[in-house]
């Protein structure tokens, strides 16, 4: 609440004024009790929600649930996770702000008031507020109370536009006009009580002073501006009141359950929950099959959720066409922890009682949330990494994945690629034997050839048996080697990480392939990984350690970049025959996000050593933890979609569109979409590895 409107007292040498100045005991009295109630009322308002989120699982070990002093003051105060969109997080950050500071200058009023009542001190005579500190708190919440009429007006003008993705249901109307009233009538009541006062314009109050001077203008006398003043404040206190009392029942609670978020979450964007065998037997599910199955933290984002459309706008599903918006997965859950909440609580305490409890709970399933929607999401990161909250979707959607798989909802070819993974130790099927196939007629030494290597080289099943990704993993030796680096590879012991069956919702054959990798790597004494793929990289570097599995893993970019910068790897400006066309790289989400890698490429492509001359390597407008996704992610590689119907084609357009006579990847389940992609585009465009370019310009030593 805006607390400006009250009695002005300007006595040498004390320079200050009264608090509830020109309103009466009664009033006073009146409107403690009503602050009260609104107290109350949001109070009961939180509880009641917390209890909503009461009903989910109590994880333990994911996350730790201490608030961390860093986070508050990044994310929550500062608001630095505001990406995109400009001006609606300048908005943001004006409203969020101005109404944090007049907040506290409220509660700073009160406690002055309260103070100096107990103290016995007259209202000319106050504790704290005056002198120098009350006139800097004046300018101070003058110049906040700006702020805040800037960001409601700014968001107000965002929400009338046409095509907007911010949310328009009239709650969210309402409360911005609301906020617009309580700032502006706090403006008035300033001005009308400077009037009233009868004293000097003092400089530090100066929107008050402006006011005032416009009613004077108008004619405004001392008497009249008394009385106006009293008819005001009111007004303004009771706007701030039901303000404050309505605040849990809005779309405000967000700023609640969103800073509650902030502060306690998990940073680690590709790492998945583990599901124990223990936690099997005694649930007898796995996944999420009802709203009661959703962990506490996730239940809690539901009501974090502002829905500001910012995840739906970087969503490769929705852009694509498919059925899954992951806005309205998070709105469609809310709406329906909202229904079936209370039915749950009552069965709870009726249960207890020993009591039968009526009411029809939405399957969740199928009335609300289409099988479809879930396996349209190519987990990509792209709805957490933008959520100014935090807020995964993802998450959401791969623990009900894990619900459809457990009760064999999966068919068609992606499930063949999980039955053959589960059969062969990779999801083409083809037998072991032939993994090592792809290295014929290298120096390639296994770990048993090689039992003193530095670092292994996770080969993956793209490489193994793909021909076109096979051409990757041949460069990525040729480097190797040439740079004289001890490594190995497992050869036919490798077998598939899993990460695409975890994603995809088969926890337990994720964990069957894990445990037996992490047997094998230990048995050989792996300590550092490299490996091109970045779906193996995150696997190995965020999913292992849940199979104790711990181990130094990098991508190959990373390494790459580092033999450069060491010397130990040189190449010339110019492809043989003189090719030096332009250049772009496209970050696969999986390094860019889940692994947080997006310099290496750049750093291996750049300065003319491969791409051509520095100003001809051209950045794609959606670039590093912006990127946009290739389509494969989350099992994706496995369905029969055809390239017009997947979900990266908006990415191939923004690539097309460079005219870059090459694209640089650095993963092959990009290589694979991408290529798909441009030659479905009728483009001539080639499609490399940022290995295949440095081991196309390499200078043998």
């Known amino acids: 609440m805006n607390v400006k409107g009250m009695a002005f007292i300007d006595t040498e040498p004390l320079l200050s004024r009264e608090i509830f100045g020109n309103v009466s005991d009664v009033s006073k009295f009146v409107f403690y009790g009503l602050a009260f109630i609104a107290v109350a009322s949001f109070s009961v308002g939180i509880y009641q929600r917390s209890r909503l989120w009461k009903l989910g699982v109590k994880q333990t070990g994911q996350r730790s649930n201490r608030i961390s002093l860093r986070r508050i003051a990044r994310d929550v105060l500062l608001q630095r996770r505001m990406l995109g969109r400009p001006q609606a997080s300048l908005a943001h950050r004006l409203l969020f702000r101005g109404f944090l500071v007049l907040f506290i200058g409220t509660l700073l009023i009160a406690v002055e008031h309260v103070l100096a009542d107990l103290l016995g001190r007259e209202p000319t005579d106050p504790l704290f507020h005056k002198g120098i500190y009350y006139a800097v708190y004046e300018v101070v919440l003058d110049l906040f109370g700006l702020a805040l009429l800037t960001g409601s007006t700014i968001f107000m003008v965002r929400r009338m536009r046409p095509g907007s993705s911010f949310a328009r249901s009239a709650p969210d109307w309402i409360v911005l006009a609301v906020f617009l009233m309580i700032g502006l009538s706090g403006y008035l009541v300033e001005g009308l009580r400077i009037i009233h006062a009868e004293t000097p314009m003092p400089w530090f109050s100066f929107v008050g002073c402006a006011v005032a001077e416009s009613c004077q203008t108008l004619g405004m006398t001392s008497r009249t501006a008394g009385q106006w003043h009293v008819l005001v404040w009111w007004a303004h206190a009771i706007m701030a009141l039901i303000f404050i009392a309505a605040f849990p029942y809005t779309r405000l609670l967000h700023s609640v359950a969103g800073a509650l978020h902030l502060t306690t979450r998990d940073e680690i964007p590709g790492a998945m929950r583990l599901v124990s065998l223990e936690e099997l037997e005694e649930t007898g599910r796995v996944g999420v099959g009802s709203i009661e199955h959703f962990d506490r933290v996730q239940l809690r984002e539901m009501d974090a959720c502002v829905s500001c459309g910012r995840c739906e706008d970087s969503c490769p599903a929705f852009e694509a066409g498919k059925p899954l918006s992951p806005r309205e997965v998070v709105q469609d859950l809310r709406t329906h922890l909202n229904a079936a909440g209370p039915l749950l609580l009552a069965k709870k305490s009726d249960a207890t009682a020993g009591k039968a409890t009526d009411g029809k709970i939405a399957v969740l399933h199928s009335e609300i949330i289409s099988e479809e929607t879930l396996w349209s999401c190519t987990t990509c990161g792209a709805c957490a990494n933008i959520c100014p909250i935090g807020v995964s979707p993802q998450r959401m959607i791969t623990d009900m994945r894990r619900y459809l798989i457990g009760e064999g909802k999966l068919r068609g070819a992606p499930a063949a690629s999980l039955q053959k993974t589960q059969r062969s130790g990779n999801p083409w099927g083809l037998p072991a034997e032939e993994r090592f196939a792809w290295a014929e007629g290298l120096k390639v030494p296994t770990v048993v050839e ?91 570097l965020h999913d292992y350690p849940q199979m104790n599995g711990r181990y130094e893993v990098v991508h190959h970019s990373q390494l790459l970049a580092q033999l450069i910068k060491e010397g130990r790897l040189e190449a010339a400006p110019e492809a043989p025959g003189g090719d030096s066309g332009k250049v772009t790289f496209h970050d696969p989400c999986y390094l860019a996000r ?49 390239p017009s119907e997947r979900s990266g084609g908006g990415r191939v357009e923004e690539i097309v569109a460079t005219g870059a006579d090459t694209v640089a990847v650095g993963c092959p389940f990009c290589l694979v979409m991408l290529s798909d992609g441009v030659a479905n585009s009728n483009s001539d465009m080639k499609v490399l590895d940022v290995a295949e370019i440095l081991a196309e310009r390499l200078i043998d030593p």
Request: hydrophobic share 40%; net charge neutral.
């Open 450 to 540: 090689n039992p003193e290597f530095e670092i292994l080289y996770w080969v993956g099943c793209a490489a193994s048996y793909d021909r076109r990704i096979q051409r990757v993993a041949r460069s990525i030796v040729k480097l190797l080697n040439a740079a004289d680096v001890s490594f190995a590879v497992l050869g036919s012991q490798e077998r598939c990480t899993g990460e695409s069956a975890r994603r995809m919702g088969d926890e337990f054959l994720f964990q069957e392939l894990a445990a037996a990798n992490v047997e094998n790597l230990n048995e050989h004494g792996v300590k550092r990984i490299v490996a091109h793929c970045p779906h193996c990289v995150n696997s190995l």
């Open 594 to 642: 889940a692994v947080g890698v997006t310099e290496p490429p750049r750093q291996i492509l750049a300065k003319g050593k491969c791409g051509g001359k520095p100003e001809q390597v051209v950045e794609l407008s959606r670039n590093r933890q912006q990127t946009a996704c290739c389509g494969a992610g989350g099992g994706r590689m496995w369905f029969d979609d055809a």
